[in-house]
């Protein structure tokens, strides 16, 4: 009777609140970090290469961002995921308003070797 799935009002938000963040694989690799005696923190990812958290926004960033498989993802490394995400959308967002502005400015220089519209 200790399991709180079979009591009533056991998850009083059902498998929608805390538990649907616990996907098959975070479960599978919680469960055979329990059996291995390790803690319940993947730290082999850290010894692979450069974290998320420690990426500089950019080309290399946005790769690795789409190639993860999020299911896999402990909490704590969904959340680096999420904050590394955000990092990468405010460096963009900065690209598109130096670009924006530039494209308003009615001072822009002309380019060498450019024609402007005005003379095509």
């Known amino acids: 009777m200790n399991d709180p799935s079979k009591r009533p009002n056991g998850y009083p938000q059902g498998l929608d609140g ?11 690799f919680l469960f055979r970090q329990l059996v291995a005696g390790e803690p319940p923190e993947d730290v082999q990812w850290r010894r692979e290469g450069t974290v998320l958290g420690e990426l500089q926004p950019g080309a290399e960033l946005a790769r690795r961002l789409e190639e993860t ?36 400015s009615p001072e822009a220089p002309a380019k060498p070797g450019r024609h402007s519209d005005a003379s095509a």
Do not use: H
């Open 18 to 28: 805390p538990m649907k963040a616990m996907s098959p694989g975070v479960v599978d």
């Open 69 to 104: 498989d999020l299911e896999s993802l402990t909490p704590v490394e969904l959340f680096d995921y999420v904050r590394a995400a955000q990092r990468l959308g405010a460096w963009a967002d900065r690209l598109r308003e130096s670009a924006v502005a530039l494209y308003c």
